[in-house]
């Protein structure tokens, strides 16, 4: 089955600063790849998603690139805020499938 | 609104007692998820299940079990409950394939 892998496990930047989340997967059909941002005591968030077809997509300061070949994509945030402080969580899809297999997540604090 | 509702959001219980968590969504979604959260571990699947009658384990399904009656509603019983079974659940929906989960609140269960 797909498993997933993300680093780091936490991340502190300055106020401005830009941020990069990493997760690898180890199944080669997994085909869509969701990010998820975890305020303290809410509800997973989907924030941005890509396409196996797509190699990145960009959301005003959030962006996602996927690297197929070699089975990892990653999160970048540009000009962090204080309100972007969050755990951020990577998936996969198993194969083709509706099935989620997600990574441990990332705390990111952002220093005013 | 069409939206996704767990119930209770606070639960504690005695080890060996069964525990049934509710999950009710309104968006029409055939697809079903329940997930458990532990920290170091991120969102661990139990089960799932994609129309009426339909229910698949998860990674981590052992102790737990589900039954699908109505496209609405998708119930996570614990047989008998474990202290390894403290932890925080969600359940989640999803219109299609390649398309992100909308998640419940949660619910947090003690099993003391």
């Known amino acids: 089955g797909e498993n997933v892998e993300q680093h780091p496990s936490t991340l502190s930047v300055q106020e401005g600063d830009s941020a990069v989340i990493k997760c690898t997967y180890s199944d080669s059909a997994s085909n869509y790849f969701p990010w998820y941002k975890q305020e303290l005591g809410k509800r997973p968030q989907l924030i941005i998603d890509?396409?196996?077809?797509?190699g990145e997509k960009k959301d005003q300061r959030i962006a996602v690139t996927l690297n197929k070949t070699a089975k990892h994509f990653s999160l970048h945030i540009t000009e962090t805020q204080p309100e972007d402080s969050a755990v951020y969580f990577c998936?996969?899809?198993?194969?083709?499938?509706?099935?989620?297999?997600f990574g441990t997540g990332t705390r990111l604090k952002v220093l005013a | 609104d069409a939206e996704i509702t767990q119930s209770p959001r606070h639960k504690i219980t005695e080890t060996g007692r069964q525990v049934t968590l509710a999950c009710h969504q309104t968006?029409?979604?055939?697809?079903m998820f329940w997930y458990r959260q532990d920290l170091g571990h991120g969102l661990r699947l139990i089960h799932y299940?994609?129309?009426?009658?339909?229910?698949n384990k998860g990674e981590v399904s052992d102790g737990y079990s589900v039954s699908r009656s109505n496209t609405e509603d998708l119930p996570l019983t614990l047989e008998s409950a474990a202290s390894s079974q403290t932890s925080v659940y969600f359940c989640a929906s999803s219109a299609s394939v390649n398309y992100g989960y909308t998640f419940g609140s949660g619910t947090r269960l003690t099993v003391v």
């Open positions: 998936a996969a899809s198993e194969g083709g499938t509706y099935k989620y297999i």
């Open positions: 299940s994609y129309g009426v009658h339909d229910t």
């Open positions: 890509i396409r196996s077809n797509v």
């Open positions: 968006w029409n979604h055939n697809n």
